[in-house]
């Protein structure tokens, strides 16, 4: 998890308190109004406000779009129906089957079926239909309404910053994870799980989610520089690639007898990669020279090798080993050097 201790209950405690407020805004309202309308007003309010305002903003398009979708499918629904229970009954399965479908399209309907069921089933839709069903538009616009407020203004939690603390946190993750690959390569054990990349994988998932939020829905209200955020994103998933291959080499150890002649320059490499890493994830564009310098020079020292005919020493096997892990370590240094230079191109003067 991100978060922990009592930073994640100050999040938490903050989001409670912000629906609470949206509930009380929305009945508050919605009584000034009319003394018979709140209760709608106040669930609408508590479902759709999310901890951050992305998310509170796209449910609430969801809400009234759907109420809207689901407010005229309802009346028309009961023009059509015969007006007895039997008869309602029927339009009430037709139409919520309907929105059940649709849902393919769209989560709007999911919420236009909730309409459908407010309007065809309450007691009071036994009469003017149109009044009902207008009513309970109005009422569930209000709760939505107050919510988008609240969200905004109060303690907002922008989609942007959370992606920027989970990216800063997982940079750290996958430059620890680095190491501890690395030193079972260069040991010839293989301690590493199988399962040790698991962790960021699902998070990066997370992290494109987060980010089309903040494009689609809080790009209007926070100005954020979203080039720098989608290069760290992408820059994250290949730093988590190479790994991956890394760790494919290292489960193929179990037999191998050989010494890394290169351990002093890979792990130089891998010291200002992590480096490059941890200064990506805090928002500060790094100074290059170093890890430049590292792939330079084990590159030569490669070079020498390969002219003195040391690595004919090895086995075919071994190798493809040595050369698969190595060639990873030096792409995750490329990456990085090319991911900061598309940054410095990108930041904002």
């Avoid at 949206?22 to 009584?31: I, K, Q």
């Avoid at 609408?44 to 609430?60: D, G, H, L």
């Avoid at 790994?243 to 193929?252: D, G, K, P, S, T």
Wanted: aromatic share 10%; proline share 2%; net charge neutral.
């Amino acid at each position: 998890m991100l978060f922990f201790g009592s930073r994640q209950r100050a999040e938490y405690v903050k989001y409670g308190i912000k629906t609470a407020l949206a509930a009380l805004l929305s009945y508050f309202v919605a009584s000034l109004t009319d003394p018979n309308l709140g209760f709608w007003a106040v669930i609408s309010a508590v479902i759709v406000m999310q901890r951050n305002v992305a998310a509170s903003m796209q449910m609430c398009g969801y809400r009234l779009v759907g109420t809207a979708i689901g407010a005229t499918m309802g009346m028309t629904a009961l023009y059509i129906v015969p007006p007895t229970d039997h008869g309602r009954l029927a339009g009430f399965l037709v139409t919520v089957g309907i929105c059940a479908y649709l849902k393919r399209y769209t989560n709007r309907f999911s919420m236009a079926a909730i309409t459908v069921t407010i309007v065809m089933l309450a007691p009071q839709a036994s009469g003017d239909y149109i009044h009902y069903a207008l009513f309970r538009v109005a009422e569930i616009s209000i709760g939505v309404c107050s919510t988008f407020i609240v969200a905004l203004f109060v303690w907002p939690h922008h989609a942007s910053c959370e992606l920027k603390e989970r990216l800063q946190e997982q940079f750290t993750r996958c430059a620890v994870k680095y190491e501890s690959i690395v030193n079972s390569f260069l040991t010839l054990k293989c301690d590493s799980s199988k399962g040790m990349l698991a962790d960021l994988e699902d998070e990066i998932h997370y992290n494109r989610e987060l980010f089309r939020g903040y494009l689609r829905h809080e790009r209007l209200f926070v100005d954020d520089d979203s080039a720098m955020l989608d290069i760290k994103i992408e820059t994250l998933v290949q730093c988590v690639e190479h790994l991956h291959a890394m760790l494919h080499v290292v489960r193929e150890l179990n037999d191998s007898e050989y010494c890394i002649i290169m351990e002093a320059e890979i792990r130089k490499v891998v010291k200002e990669s992590q480096d490059v890493m941890r200064a990506v994830g805090r928002n500060v564009i790094p100074d290059t020279r170093k890890l430049e310098q590292a792939l330079y020079s084990a590159d030569k020292r490669l070079e020498t090798l390969r002219a003195d005919g040391m690595i004919r020493r090895f086995t075919m096997r071994d190798m493809m080993q040595v050369v698969s892990f190595y060639h990873s370590v030096q792409q995750m240094g490329e990456d990085l050097l090319l991911s900061v230079q598309r940054q410095n191109k990108y930041k904002r003067i």
